[in-house]
């Protein structure tokens, strides 16, 4: 794997934000450093790094709603860093879409070692196209979904769906295994990879995105258990 990834460092203190830095570029990290999220979009939009260290208390739009924002478009790696350490704040970082979480005060070398673990899975996505779902097939209809795997291209009702490679994963899993219900280690296990260690309500927050994007895609809770995609019209893989 080339350690020549470039990672942004987002918060707003300076100190913080330096430390992090060196230690990043002593294991020959490229490095951005900004001290808003607003400066961070901007990044976002011209030259998108290949992870984010990101705070979550920012002056004028915080961590959240940045990671949300970055999450309809991307599943490039993020790490949220917080002074706050309640579970309601972990839980409502990792249903955002964030990786991984660590609270204030940190060690440097512990966030660098987390950096390389999400840029080891990172690489690992990238160069499988569909990791642990194996075949092409040409086409996967279910009743008004229609994938290409090959393109990975979806369409509802006729109409294209812009969907980040995680959301497509996940699609495709349902999609191959109607009415089978999951639970949210499979498709952890399916989507995230074996060595994903962050909450399984990452599989939830997945699951919304997908629904607001499609608004009648028919993928029901299932109590205790995790999620299954009724098949209502009928469905072939080709």
Same mark, same amino acid.
């Given at each position: ?21 060196? /230690?990043?570029?002593?294991?020959? /990290? ?10 961070? %979009? ?9 992870? %984010? ?47 991984? /979480?660590? &609270? ?36 996967? &209809? ?47 296990? /399916? ?31 299932? %109590? ?15």
């Amino acid at each position: 794997m080339n350690n020549q990834y470039v990672i942004a460092v987002v918060d707003d203190d300076s100190n913080i934000r330096n430390l992090v830095e060196a /230690y990043l570029q002593k294991e020959n /990290y490229r490095t951005v450093g900004l001290s808003s999220a607003e400066e961070a %979009w901007n990044l976002w939009r011209d030259h998108p790094p290949d992870l %984010w260290v990101l705070d979550i208390m920012l002056p004028g739009m915080d961590g959240y709603e940045f990671c949300r924002r970055i999450r309809n478009e991307a599943e490039v790696p993020i790490i949220m860093i917080s002074a706050r350490d309640s579970e309601v704040d972990k839980i409502l970082g990792l249903e955002l879409g964030s990786d991984d /979480y660590l &609270v204030k005060p940190f060690s440097p070398r512990e966030l660098v070692a987390r950096v390389k673990r999400q840029l080891q899975r990172w690489y690992k996505l990238n160069q499988s196209e569909e990791p642990a779902i194996p075949s092409q097939p040409i086409q996967i &209809v279910l009743g008004r979904l229609l994938l290409l795997p090959e393109e990975r291209r979806a369409f509802w009702d006729g109409e294209e769906v812009d969907l980040t490679s995680k959301e497509f994963v996940m699609l495709r899993v349902f999609a191959e295994n109607p009415n089978r219900a999951f639970t949210r280690d499979e498709l952890l296990a /399916y989507v995230w990879g074996d060595d994903y260690f962050g909450s399984d309500r990452a599989v939830d927050h997945l699951i919304k995105r997908v629904r607001k994007k499609i608004g009648d895609l028919p993928i029901e809770a299932i %109590w205790g258990h995790g999620y299954r995609m009724r098949n209502d019209g009928g469905g072939k893989v080709e």
